[in-house]
């Protein structure tokens, strides 16, 4: 099961739930994926909704192999994603939200305790 706390995304292949995981490594190597920009650019494209299917793969792709996954895109051409193209396209925006999120401070203890 996928911690959103720690960064974590579900995503289903063939029916079986991976965790995905934007790690600094597995973005480094997404950023290989896509060389004609930068990941700000990629960030700007999902808040404008103007994203391409080589985005979404390239995320997907990322988070997997954050995860411990150790396929290529090649690999994902020929599996079924489960909730199609659009389920793909919100958990990799999922991805980069919880990626660039900041940590929510822990609570504060009630006067008197530490």
Known sequence: MANPWAGEVAIILDGKPHVAKLTLGALAEME?????SSLLDLVERFEKGQF???????LIVAGLR?????GTAADLRCVEIGGGP??????????LARAFASPSPPP???LGQK
């Open 32 to 36: 290989t994926a896509l060389p004609e």
């Open 52 to 58: 391409t299917s080589r985005d979404v793969l390239a």
């Open 66 to 70: 954050g995860g411990g996954w150790s």
């Open 86 to 95: 659009v389920e793909a396209a919100r958990a990799a925006a999922e991805l």
């Open 108 to 110: 504060s203890a009630p």
